[in-house]
């Protein structure tokens, strides 16, 4: 098969999974929950690992069942400095413009995070379009019709022309079962659920020739 189309994961995905960054958000949901929603810092544990396993995301399932402002959610859970957990990685630019296919940002974050972590990486412009959370609204990764408005925005109708690049095991899973190629960012974790693994998304080109013509 070749490959046309591919779709790049945002967080822990174009950066290092180890950055610090994820668990200074984490703690910026569970801050959320206990300011804004009042729960104790002993319910949120059991309450977030509930929601992210019935509704996806945390923000999904707040929204669900709490019926919260969702931008207001996304601006205080994002508002962390960037740059002192994430930075541009050598070559890591040239090694993404150098795949010919078309290139696209498929994240749950919302489009100002994302603009802000492309831009601290110095990825700018290797992406033609920028698929975020409100973007596939109501749903989200893993969710099926969160893969097919992701195909639509990018005009592609066959999935199997498509490279999912994602750190999180239950997205690549969702999006080999609809066909996509799936490289695995991180540990080797759960391999029947991708096709390929990298450690970070520097090594691509093992995985993925440039012409996206071979399966590795
Ligand atoms: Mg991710």
């Known amino acids: 098969m070749h490959y046309s189309t591919l779709f790049f994961d945002l967080d822990d995905t174009l950066y290092p999974a180890d950055s610090g960054l994820w668990p200074v958000l984490r703690e910026r949901i569970s801050l959320y929950m206990h300011e804004k929603l009042g729960f104790t810092w002993q319910e949120i544990p059991s309450l977030r690992q509930h929601l992210y396993q019935t509704y996806g995301t945390s923000l999904r399932g ?5 019926n919260i402002n969702e931008q207001d959610y996304l601006d205080f859970v994002h508002d962390v400095p960037l740059h002192r957990f994430i930075h541009p990685i ?5 090694t993404i ?8 940002i498929f994240t749950n974050a919302d489009l100002n ?4 972590v492309i831009k601290t990486l110095d990825l700018e412009d290797c992406f033609e379009k920028i ?4 973007t596939i609204a109501p749903y989200c990764k893993p969710l099926t019709p969160a893969y097919h408005i992701a195909m639509q925005e990018a005009g592609e109708t066959d999935s199997r022309k498509c490279v999912l690049i ?6 690549l899973a969702e999006a080999r079962r609809l066909g996509f190629f799936t490289i695995r960012v991180g540990r080797d ?6 096709d390929a693994r990298i450690n970070t ?12 013509k071979e399966r590795l």
């Open 62 to 66: 707040l929204k669900i069942l709490y």
């Open 90 to 94: 050598p070559h890591l630019r040239e």
């Open 97 to 104: 413009q150098s795949y010919p296919q078309r290139k696209f």
């Open 113 to 116: 995070h994302a603009r802000r």
């Open 131 to 134: 698929i975020d959370i409100h």
């Open 166 to 171: 994602d750190d999180t095991i239950e997205n």
């Open 189 to 194: 974790e759960s391999p029947e659920e991708y």
């Open 201 to 212: 998304l520097s090594e691509i080109r093992r995985v993925l020739p440039l012409d996206g």
